[in-house]
């Protein structure tokens, strides 16, 4: 039972010294942080030194069980905690609502172990004996209160801070510590604007495989990005653009400012993603974040902070056809293709995360899935493939698109008065497609072209 303490005393025991030493607000403060962090290091402490003791096998059957379930609550709880203050900045401790109750039951379950020996030797009893039971009951109550009250002191002051230390703007959202972002369940906004970076990793076991990256701007409609990836399975490259209901595609190279040979004209989203308008970059993830659910809610994981921007943090699961049809970048890995592939990995399970920002935007959003090796057409030894892929949705203003179209349009009306060579691709802007089959190269107007005829119309 002794060895049963100490192991809950160190796990206690490294979440405090990482708080201690990540979250520093700086001045008196961080004595008051320190002591609040080494609270349930205390109560943990108490089942080292005076640790239950019993022979009889009922108790400590029961014993080991109480043990079982304050690790089995505080592992996770305090791997969340560490994570989130070691990883992508300072980030908000207070946690959500359906989290609290985890967190009471890990602290009231250590804190029953932590001092059941305690009570029974005072009173000089048998292990579990009725009253000292009750008593040890009551005990861990109070402790649990005091312990749940460090940790909120210690969120408090850091959410204070983390207020006092807003930027004035950030490009994933408002800053405004006063706005909430919406609720999981609630409707969620595809910006008008943004700037899109997607990456993508393939790993088979425990060995990574194959990287991508795509990266590009969607204003409304229209979208420009070009993409590569690479690894033992593949590599190549694309890019992709759209203006107004035409499209064209290089599925020879990422060169937006290619020779004209290598475009394609093509409707829009010729790679049949998902979602109601073409898009192809975050249009589809949103598709799947933004989709009813009926009785199966998205989990709400709490609100964090990126980049001074709050975002509530959402997951819910999803399965490999549909990652597939949501992140481009990952069909680049598994088939070395842009190509549909159609009802391929339906086996695959997952989940998918995504992040609404106080403007009711998706700006940020996660995926993995995985599944057996023996459904890819790797040509490899391995059990367990692993897909997971980032997007990023930044600088989603809505002013920031009208000029980016202003910008767009007048390139290529100076364009089009000077001559009919197309020059290197602009922000915006594209390359002259190449002729389908024949056709002069005048029978299809370039993206250029385009722009200019959106515009003036």
Request: a negative charge; charged letters at 20%; hydrophobic letters at 45%.
């Amino acid at each position: 039972m002794r060895l049963l303490a100490v192991a809950l005393t160190v796990m206690w025991a490294l979440t405090a010294i990482v708080i201690a030493n990540a979250f520093r607000p700086g001045g008196p403060v961080d004595i008051v942080v320190a002591l609040a962090c080494f609270v349930p290091v205390v109560i943990a402490d108490a089942g080292v030194i005076w640790p239950p003791r019993t022979r009889e096998r009922r108790a400590r059957v029961a014993l080991a069980w109480v043990w079982i379930t304050a690790v089995l609550f505080t592992t996770p709880l305090l791997y969340n905690l560490a994570s989130t203050l070691v990883s992508d900045g300072p980030q908000s401790l207070l946690p959500s609502a359906e989290t609290v109750y985890a967190i009471v039951i890990a602290l009231y379950f250590s804190s029953f172990f932590s001092v059941v020996g305690l009570i029974h030797r005072r009173r000089g009893v048998r292990s579990l004996e009725r009253r000292a039971t009750w008593l040890t009951a009551f005990a861990a109550g109070l402790l649990t209160v005091v312990a749940g009250a460090a940790f909120l002191l210690v969120a408090a002051v850091n959410e204070h801070d983390l207020r006092l230390e807003e930027p004035a703007s950030s490009r994933y959202g408002p800053t405004d510590p006063d706005l909430e972002p919406p609720y999981c369940d609630e409707q969620l906004a595809l910006g008008p604007n943004a700037h899109i970076i997607v990456t993508a990793t393939s790993s088979l076991d425990t060995e990574v495989r194959g990287t991508a990256r795509l990266e590009g701007q969607r204003n409304g409609l229209d979208e420009a990005w070009s993409g590569s990836w690479s690894g033992p399975d593949g590599e190549g490259g694309s890019a992709y653009r759209r203006v107004g209901r035409v499209a064209w595609r290089n599925d020879v190279n990422d060169d937006q400012a290619a020779p004209g040979s290598t475009w394609q004209r093509t409707e829009p989203d010729p790679y049949d993603l998902l979602g109601t308008q073409g898009l192809t970059l975050d249009g589809p993830p949103y598709a799947v974040a933004s989709a009813p659910r009926g009785a199966i809610v998205a989990e709400d994981l709490g609100i964090d902070h990126i980049e001074g921007a709050r975002a509530r943090h959402c997951r819910t699961f999803i399965d490999g056809d549909t990652a597939l049809h949501a992140f481009l970048p990952l069909r680049w890995l598994l088939y070395d293709s842009s190509d549909d592939p159609g009802s391929a990995i339906p086996r695959w399970r997952g989940e998918l995360d995504w992040w609404v920002f106080a403007d009711g935007q998706l700006g940020r959003a996660t995926v993995e899935v995985s599944g057996s090796r023996a459904e890819t057409p790797w040509d490899a030894e391995g059990v367990r493939v692993v897909l997971g892929a980032e997007l990023s949705a930044t600088d989603r203003d809505g002013a920031m698109a009208a000029a980016a179209r202003s910008t767009a349009a007048a390139a290529a009306r100076s364009e089009a008065a000077a001559s009919s060579v197309v020059p290197a691709a602009a922000p915006v802007a594209s390359p002259t497609p190449p002729p389908s089959a024949g056709p002069p190269p005048s029978a299809s107007p370039s993206p250029q072209a385009s722009a200019l005829q959106s515009e003036e119309t």
